[in-house]
């Protein structure tokens, strides 16, 4: 199983600043094959970004992801105060489809 | 626009069965795959399987021997099925689709079922 590590665990940064938010595959995954979601308290996963880069429906520009094969980043430009949640990427590269344990993006 | 409706029991003994069913409305049934997505209490996000409605299904190893998903296409329902449940098997249970095209990723989720394991 591919086993995503997302780094650091939690993120302490102040509104408007920038944040980068990195996921390590345990093996090579196709950028087709990855997807960030963004997760509020008490709601159901948000999809922000698919194929690696590419920001789904709705998503503001101040969301953006880049990497392949093994590293992959998102990063928010500017936070908002609504940035300040939960984020995880995905890998369909292989089943399991398997999650990173999160990234938290706290006020500092 | 596509909406997912689930329902299912809430508080389950340990050694019940967990079921859980997602009313799939508003576009293409079959053109997708259904995932089954849980979140323990204060944890992260773990893929228990998908169904293809044209093809069959798709597990994740570690619980593939307690659980079932079913697709109902006349309906436009799939469900879940999740024997001799335990504490572990807490969590808040979301249906979610995954389109077939040349980029994978969830892109619609249900709000979520709490599941409550206790004696």
């Known amino acids: 199983e591919i086993v995503l590590t997302q780094s650091p665990g939690t993120l302490s940064l102040s509104p408007g600043e920038r944040a980068t938010l990195s996921c390590r595959a345990s093996?090579?995954?196709?950028?087709?094959?990855l997807a960030w979601y963004q997760q509020k308290p008490g709601q159901a996963p948000r999809l922000l970004i698919y194929?690696?880069?590419y920001r789904a429906t709705g998503i503001p520009d101040r969301f953006s992801g880049r990497g392949s094969e093994t590293d992959f980043t998102l990063t928010i430009s500017r936070l908002e105060p609504e940035d300040f949640v939960v984020y995880y990427c995905q890998q369909f590269e292989d089943s399991p489809w398997t999650f990173g344990q999160g990234t938290k993006v706290e006020v500092k | 626009q596509v909406q997912l409706q689930q329902w299912g029991a809430g508080l389950l003994k340990p050694s019940e069965t967990l079921s859980l069913t997602c009313a799939v409305s508003?576009?293409?049934?079959?053109?997708?795959?259904w995932s089954w997505i849980r979140q323990p209490p204060g944890r992260g996000l773990e893929w228990i399987g998908e169904?293809?409605?044209?093809?069959?299904?798709n597990y994740n190893p570690s619980l593939k021997s307690r659980v079932t998903l079913s697709v109902d296409t006349s309906k436009r329902q799939v469900s879940l099925s999740l024997t001799s449940v335990t504490a572990a098997d807490t969590a808040v249970y979301y249906c979610?689709?995954?389109?077939?095209?040349?980029?994978?990723?969830?892109?619609?989720w249900g709000k979520g079922n709490t599941v409550i394991v206790s004696s």
């Open positions: 979610a689709r995954r389109g077939r095209g040349f980029y994978h990723y969830v892109d619609v």
């Open positions: 194929g690696a880069s």
């Open positions: 093996q090579s995954v196709s950028s087709r094959y």
């Open positions: 508003g576009e293409s049934f079959s053109g997708f795959y």
């Open positions: 169904v293809d409605p044209s093809s069959g299904t």
